[in-house]
């Protein structure tokens, strides 16, 4: 599968901005999805994560009340809803499909994008 990130770009700290990320193949309707963010120098770190179905949620303690994971899977489609962003949102996002769901492995990454916080 092929991952494609969009939607990054600067945002107002307290603004709303909406991340996507577009797959490909067929299968995307049985793979988990997560967003990760990067900063320099910074290990990879995860945000949220949804269920193959939509039904599950799981979000880092950071974003908790402030960000939504959610999936269209008739569109190949996941999405990241961050509201009131912070400054220390700013990171490239990047997307990544879970084929298998347990043990958790992200086999696939798309390439990143970038989320520009300004105060």
């Known amino acids: 599968v092929q991952l494609q990130a969009s939607g990054g770009g600067l945002v107002q700290a307290g603004d709303s901005l909406r991340l996507s990320c577009a797959a490909s193949?067929?299968?995307?309707?049985?793979?988990?999805m997560g967003w990760f963010r990067q900063t320099a120098g910074k290990e990879r770190e995860f945000v949220a994560r949804?269920?193959?179905?939509?039904?599950?949620?799981e979000y880092a303690d950071s974003v908790k009340g402030r960000f939504t994971i959610s999936r269209d899977n008739a569109k190949n489609m996941v999405y990241l809803q961050m509201n009131g962003p912070k400054g220390e949102d700013t990171a490239v996002y990047y997307c990544?499909?879970?084929?298998?769901?347990?043990?958790?492995?992200?086999?696939?990454w798309g390439q990143g994008t970038l989320v520009t916080v300004s105060s």
């Open positions: 990544a499909a879970d084929p298998l769901g347990w043990p958790i492995k992200y086999d696939y």
């Open positions: 193949g067929r299968s995307f309707s049985t793979y988990h």
């Open positions: 949804i269920t193959s179905n939509g039904a599950g949620t």
